[in-house]
């Protein structure tokens, strides 16, 4: 048999997208979920192999991953999932790769690179949009500008997100924000800083936001100083600025119960007509101690189609050899011009 796949959580609204991707280009992944009903029906609709098992099954867990060399993590929020599937992986030594963009997987993952190493074993979290153009541009940023010591990136163009995004943003409500000082994690308030940022299209209003690059681009490029922004209209950060008031209750589980059941009732996700359109951008910016600076920027196609062509340009890696033991991020394992072989991708120096 040639070397497989596994997706785990391939019947959400990204890891169906994914799956749909894959077998549109003739690949043979198992697939994988806990809701039996949803992957059997999704497995027959594509003529794949699948297995049923939550993630505490461990024996079933194990069993699934000695079919294949690798996993694709699809079921989020990470913070709850990731954790069981890194451990099943270090056990039966196979590569594990998955789609977030929660900074605490990050840390989790860099925390296990030691036992990954010795095991063999690559841990590459983040293989969607979230990080993936960005980590590639902050490496690309910090080649063109070597001495960086500090880093500032930026998104824009979400357009409507699916309700694991949701649901994974509502587990981070109240935690307030985050930027990485002298190399250090630091607490921050919610919006804490504005700056007018330039996508390709005129300026607009960005707040900083504590995104899974705090934790990615510090360990691609080791640049100390890092701030991520989100451009936000003025009524979205208004909203942030409250939250600095408002954490307690944001993060209570009253609020994250009623929150989470009203993104349940909603749509799964962006339309095809919407990710057809759809359109994403990444800029970040970095700046020596002598005040020289570089600025760079990448577009994208629409957020959850970029995650499933880049979340499989990952998988042909991996499946190639190329699986660099230990915790890595994509454009440590695969260089800054990763993000540049996946189609409808462009990156423009300033
Ligand atoms: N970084 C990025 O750019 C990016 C892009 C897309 C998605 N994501 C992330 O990927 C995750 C999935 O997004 P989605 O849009 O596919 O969400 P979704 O449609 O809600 O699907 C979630 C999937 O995860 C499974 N799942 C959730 N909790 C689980 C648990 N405790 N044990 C086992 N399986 C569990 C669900 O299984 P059931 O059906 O059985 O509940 C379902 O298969 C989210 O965390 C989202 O933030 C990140």
Known sequence: ?????????ANGYTGELITRFAADRGLKPILAGRNAIAVEELAKKHHLEYRVFSLDETDRLDAALQEVDMVLHCAGPFSITSRPMVEACLRNKKH?????GEISVFETCAAM????????????????????????????LKNRLPGARRLALAYAGFGRVSRGTATTAIEGLGRGGLVRRGGVLTPVPPAWKTRRIDFGEGPR???TIPLGDLSSAWHSTGIPDIEL?????????????????????????????FLTARVRAGAPGPTEDERRRGRAFVWGEVE?????????????PEGY?????????????????QAPAGFQTPAKAYGPDFVLGIPGVTRTDL
């Open 288 to 300: 020596d101690a002598e005040g020289r600076r570089a600025v760079s920027r990448v577009a994208t």
């Open 305 to 321: 189609t970029f995650t499933a062509r880049a979340a499989l340009a990952s998988v042909d890696r991996v499946l190639a050899g």
């Open 1 to 9: 048999m040639g070397k497989q796949f596994l997706i785990y959580g």
């Open 205 to 207: 209003p960005a707040i």
């Open 96 to 100: 594990y790769t998955d789609i977030t």
């Open 113 to 140: 690179g030691k036992k990954a190493e010795e095991a063999g074993v690559m841990l590459m979290p983040g293989c969607g949009f979230d990080v993936v153009p960005s980590d590639c541009l902050a490496l690309h």
């Open 229 to 257: 922004y989100f451009a936000a209209p003025p009524a979205l950060r208004a909203l942030a600025v409250a939250s600095r008031y408002l954490g307690p209750v944001l993060g209570s589980a009253a609020v994250r119960r």
